[in-house]
């Protein structure tokens, strides 16, 4: 049973746009969504994480929107550029517990210059 | 501060062959985890530990063995490897209080022929 659901699978943007990866997720005592950004060759990397108390956090170009009533949220990447092209994963769990992440199936970007 | 390292980082096995992943860190965190990332799966775990001594199994366990006989060391052990488990393999580390914030090794490339 996949508990988070991720799309797109992939996502070619131009130099300067909007990247928007989307995700849902089933199970309501998630208590907090981090999404990962890994780069070829290499592990993912924490990137930006958020509390289902609040409905939006920014941090540079990276915003995260979260709905709790729709149990979705989502990454967006301003003024989308070249070194951003990754694979980004978002992921649910629940904290104070001994619960591991659960992952996305993953998106890959690629921006093109 | 080495963070977390992986050996090692290609491997070629034939079906039946064992072998052991290893997986060190130097972060002194309680959690450690073994991940496998295939294409359109994202990151699925296989075994986790919440300290030493104290292991427990993830959402793909079968296949697999580990151990904590200390707080840096968490190695995974294949008993009879199978076409099936030819992946990337992915140890994280964390602490218990922010078990969200998972860092990554390099990460293994296994091929099983």
């Known amino acids: 049973q996949q508990q988070v659901k991720q799309s797109p699978q992939s996502l070619i943007v131009q130099k300067g746009g909007i990247s928007i990866i989307n995700c849902a997720y089933e199970n309501t005592a998630f208590d907090y969504f981090p999404w990962y950004q890994q780069f070829p060759g290499k592990g993912p990397a924490l990137l930006i994480a958020i509390r289902p108390d609040v409905s939006e956090k920014k941090e540079g170009r990276f915003t995260i929107s979260f709905n709790k009533s729709a149990k979705q949220f989502s990454l967006h990447i301003m003024d989308s550029q070249p070194g951003d092209s990754a694979t980004y994963f978002c992921a649910a769990t629940i904290t104070g517990s001994a619960r591991q992440l659960t992952f996305g199936s993953g998106t890959q970007l690629t921006v093109l210059p | 501060n080495a963070g977390v390292t992986q050996t090692p980082k290609f491997q070629v096995l034939k079906t039946g062959q064992s072998m052991t992943l290893q997986c060190a860190q130097d972060?002194?965190?309680?959690?450690m985890s073994w991940y496998r990332q295939d294409p359109g799966m994202g990151l699925r775990l296989i075994h986790y530990s919440v300290g030493a001594g104290i292991t427990d199994q993830g959402e793909v366990p079968n296949g697999y063995n580990v151990s904590r006989s200390t707080t840096e060391d968490f190695p995974l052990r294949l008993l009879s490897a199978a076409p099936s488990q030819t992946s990337v393999y992915f140890c994280?580390?964390?602490?218990?209080?922010?078990?969200?914030?998972?860092?990554f090794g390099p990460g293994t490339r296994l091929t099983v022929t």
């Open positions: 972060m002194n965190h309680e959690y």
């Open positions: 994280a580390s964390s602490r218990f209080a922010t078990a969200y914030e998972q860092y």
